[in-house]
C-alpha cells in the first residue's frame, strides 16, 4: 500500500486495509458533457464520449432528461462511436448536457464497507479510478475512506452517508451532478451523523441540497462533535440547484474546525455555511465551539453564509460574499428560542466584492426573522477586519423586541463600500444595545456608487405609519476613528436620521477622540451623540445664543456655547444632557458693550481658578470646564479674559 494518501499518517497502522477492487470495483466511469437525447426517444448522442461496443451493460445517467431530474438507464447498444441506446426512454429532450456511464461499482464498494463494519472498522481504499454509483454508499464507524487525491480518485453521481463515530474521508472527489443521492439523507454529497469526523482534501462537486451536512440524530448521540473540515473544495459550479449550501450544521454541535477550504459555487445555490439549532429541545450550550479559519470564499451565492452558536471564531478568511452572524436563521427556527448568539469573534477577515451581486459584500448582524421568538446576541466583537469593498449591517429590516448586548466594532479599516460602512437600520419593534463600542476604525470611502443618502455611520430607525421602531443604546461610544477621505459630495461621517418620522432613539453615544476633518455629522434626532474633543469637529457642536439671563448649553449637542452679545445680567444655568465624566464644556461670553454682572449655578466648581463675577466691556471671556461624575459637578479649571 506504499500509495496511499499521507493522511494515513493520523490513523492506526494497525487497522486493516480494504481496497475496493478486491471487492470487484472497477473505476471506468467516464463523463462528457455533451450529451443530447430526444424526449420518448432512446438513442443518446455524444460527439466527445468515443463509446465502443465494451459500453454495452454499462449504468449511464444523463441530467435532466429523467420525469424528475437525471434518467438513469443502461446502455444496450453500440450504434456508433457518438451514439448508444439506452434502457429506457427520456423523458425530457435535453442537449449540452452532462453524461456519466460506467461499470456500477456501488455494491462493490458498499461490499468493502460492509466488511469493514463487520471486524469493527478499518480503512476503505479508493485506487484511482472514476467509480460510477448507481446508490449511496454509506459508511460505519470506525472506518477511514481514503482515496489517492481529488483528482485520481472520483466518485460519481451519488452520495456518501457517513454513520456514526471515529471516521476520516480523505483525498478523493465526489461529483453527485444533481443527482437524488439517496441512502438515510438524500440530496446531500456526504450526510454526516455521529462525532470525532475528519474531511480532509476532498473536492465536494455539484450537489442537490448540500455538499457536506453535519446531522443531528438522536440515535448517533445527537449533533455533530468534534469534527474537522480541511483543505477541502466545495463548490457547485455546474448552476445545480441547491437550497442548503456548501456546509450545513445542525444543532447540538460541538467542537467544529472549517479551516482552509475553498468555497465556490453558482447563483442557483443557498449558504456557502449554515449552522442552526433547529430543535426546540436544544438550548445555548448545545450549540459550542465553531472556528471558520483561512477559508476563501468565493461564490456567487444566493443566500448568505449563517453564522450561530456560542463560541464562535471566524478568523483570518476572504469572503466575496454576504454573510451573517445570526441568533435566529430562519425558518428552521421555529418552536425553540429564545434564540442566544454569544461569544463571537470576527476578526482578521477581508470582504471584497460580492461575486453573486457585483456589490458590496456584506457582513450581517441579524437578529432572526421569527416574529414570535425572543432573539439576543451576547458579546460580540469585530475587530481587525479589512473591508476591502464590504460592510457592516447591523439588522435586517425588522426585530421583535431584540437585545444586544456588548458589540464591540474596533480597528477595523473600511476601504470602499457602495453603501454606508456601518448601518443600523430598522423599520418595526425595538431593539437595546447594551454596551456599543465603535473604536479606533478607520473609515476611508463610502457610497462608491448606489443611490441613496449614506454616512460612513448611520444610524436610522425607519419606522412607517402604524410601525414605530425604537433603538435603545446604554453605555454607547464613538471614539478614537479616523474619518476620510470622503468622496466629493458623500462627506457625511455619521448621520443620525428619522427617515419616515416614526423612529426614536434613546440613550447617548460617547463621541470623542475622532478625526472629522473635511466631514460633517447629520442628525435629524438630536442628542444621540455626546460629544467630547474631537478633532475636526463640524459647525453645529458650537451652541450660540445672542443674549439670555440663564445661559444653558446642552451637552448633547455642543462641547462650547456661545453668547455674543449679553444684553441682561445672567446666571450660567445647570447645562442639560447627560455629560459623560472628563466632558469638556467652554463658555465664550461677550456683553453688548455694557458690563454684565455673572453669577453661577451650584452645579459649576471652581478648581484652581476664580469665577468671574463680571464682563469687561465689549471684550471676550472664555470659561472652561470638565464634568467630574463622582461628585455630580462642572469643574471650572481654566478662565481667559481677552486684554
Not at 463509446?51 to 446502455?75: H, R, Y
Not at 469493514?116 to 448507481?134: D, E, M, Q, V
Not at 449614506?454 to 461610544?477: D, E, H, K, M, W
Not at 466691556?617 to 463622582?630: E, H, N
Request: proline content about 2%; hydrophobic content about 35%.
Amino acid at each position: 500500500m506504499k500509495y496511499l494518501s499521507p493522511v494515513i499518517s493520523f490513523l492506526d497502522k494497525g487497522s486493516q486495509v480494504y481496497d475496493v477492487r478486491a471487492y470487484g470495483a472497477v473505476g471506468n466511469g467516464r463523463t462528457v458533457e455533451d450529451g443530447a437525447i430526444t424526449s420518448a426517444t432512446s438513442t443518446l448522442t455524444s460527439a466527445t464520449a468515443a463509446f465502443s461496443t465494451s459500453d454495452v451493460g454499462k449504468s449511464v445517467s444523463v441530467k435532466g432528461a429523467g420525469a424528475t431530474g437525471n434518467l438513469f438507464s443502461t446502455i444496450t447498444a453500440y450504434i456508433s462511436a457518438t451514439q448508444v441506446t439506452l434502457a429506457n426512454n427520456a423523458s425530457t429532450t435535453v442537449t449540452g448536457a452532462y453524461v456519466t456511464y460506467g461499470k456500477s461499482d456501488s455494491a462493490a464498494i458498499q461490499a468493502a464497507c460492509d466488511a469493514a463494519n463487520a471486524s469493527g472498522g478499518g480503512r476503505i481504499i479508493l485506487p484511482i479510478g472514476k467509480y460510477y454509483l448507481s446508490a449511496a454508499i454509506t459508511v460505519y464507524a470506525n472506518t477511514s475512506f481514503l482515496g489517492f487525491s481529488p483528482y485520481a480518485s472520483q466518485l460519481l453521481n451519488y452520495s456518501i452517508a457517513a454513520r456514526g463515530d471515529n471516521q476520516i474521508f480523505a483525498d478523493f472527489t465526489i461529483d453527485t451532478r444533481g443527482t437524488v443521492s439517496g441512502g438515510n439523507f438524500t440530496y446531500d454529497s456526504i450526510g454526516s451523523r455521529g462525532s470525532n469526523k475528519q474531511f480532509i482534501n476532498l473536492h465536494v462537486r455539484n450537489w442537490t441540497n448540500k455538499g457536506i451536512e453535519l446531522i443531528y440524530d438522536a440515535a448517533y448521540g445527537g449533533g455533530s462533535k468534534n469534527c474537522f473540515i480541511s483543505k477541502c473544495t466545495i463548490e457547485n459550479p455546474g448552476n445545480f440547484p441547491c437550497g442548503g449550501g456548501s456546509v450545513l450544521v445542525q444543532g447540538g454541535f460541538h467542537n467544529i474546525h472549517m479551516i482552509g477550504n475553498y468555497f465556490g459555487s453558482s447563483t442557483s445555490n443557498g449558504n456557502f455555511v449554515e449552522i442552526y439549532g433547529g430543535l426546540a429541545a436544544l438550548g445555548e450550550d448545545d450549540n459550542y465551539g465553531l472556528y471558520f479559519y483561512r477559508n476563501k470564499v468565493k461564490g456567487p451565492f444566493a443566500k448568505a453564509g449563517y453564522f450561530w452558536g456560542r463560541h464562535v471564531r471566524i478568523k483570518d478568511n476572504e469572503f466575496y460574499t454576504d454573510h451573517e452572524i445570526a441568533s435566529g436563521g430562519g425558518a428552521e427556527e421555529s418552536g425553540g428560542g429564545p434564540w442566544v448568539a454569544k461569544d463571537f469573534i470576527y476578526s482578521g477577515n477581508t470582504l471584497y466584492t460580492n461575486a453573486s451581486a457585483a456589490d458590496s459584500s456584506i457582513l450581517l448582524i441579524s437578529m432572526g426573522v421569527l416574529v414570535n421568538d425572543t432573539h439576543q446576541i451576547d458579546d460580540v466583537q469585530i475587530v481587525d477586519n479589512h473591508f476591502e469593498d464590504g460592510y457592516i449591517q447591523i439588522g435586517n429590516g425588522t426585530v421583535y423586541n431584540d437585545v444586544i448586548n456588548r458589540l464591540t466594532i474596533r480597528r477595523n479599516h473600511f476601504k470602499d463600500a457602495n453603501r454606508s460602512n456601518i448601518v443600523l437600520s430598522y423599520t418595526s419593534g425595538s431593539l437595546t444595545v447594551n454596551g456599543f463600542d465603535i473604536d479606533d476604525n478607520i473609515f476611508n470611502q463610502w457610497r462608491k456608487g448606489s443611490a441613496g443618502d449614506y454616512a460612513a455611520i448611520q444610524i436610522a430607525p425607519t419606522g412607517t405609519a402604524g410601525t414605530g421602531v425604537t433603538l435603545t443604546f446604554n453605555r454607547a461610544s464613538i471614539k478614537g476613528n479616523k474619518f476620510g477621505a470622503p468622496r466629493a459630495s458623500y462627506t457625511k461621517a455619521i448621520q443620525i436620521s428619522n427617515v419616515n418620522g416614526n423612529g426614536t432613539i434613546v440613550g447617548t453615544f460617547r463621541t470623542e477622540g475622532n478625526d472629522f476633518t473635511g466631514c460633517t455629522v447629520t442628525e435629524t434626532i438630536t442628542g444621540v451623540l455626546n460629544y467630547g474633543d474631537n478633532i475636526g469637529l463640524p459647525g453645529k457642536r458650537t451652541g450660540s445664543t445672542t443674549s439670555s439671563a440663564t445661559p444653558t448649553a446642552n451637552v448633547d449637542l455642543y462641547n462650547q456655547y456661545n453668547v455674543t452679545a449679553l444684553a441682561a445680567d445672567a446666571t450660567l444655568a445647570a447645562p442639560t444632557g447627560t455629560p459623560g465624566d472628563g466632558q469638556i464644556l467652554i463658555y465664550r461670553i461677550k456683553d453688548n458693550g455694557t458690563a454684565r454682572a455673572l453669577s453661577y449655578n451650584a452645579i459649576f466648581r471652581a478648581v484652581g481658578v476664580t469665577l468671574p463675577a463680571t464682563t469687561v466691556v465689549s471684550k471676550t471671556l472664555y470659561i472652561g470646564m470638565k464634568y467630574c461624575a463622582a461628585d455630580s459637578r462642572w469643574d471650572v479649571v481654566a478662565v481667559s479674559q481677552e486684554a
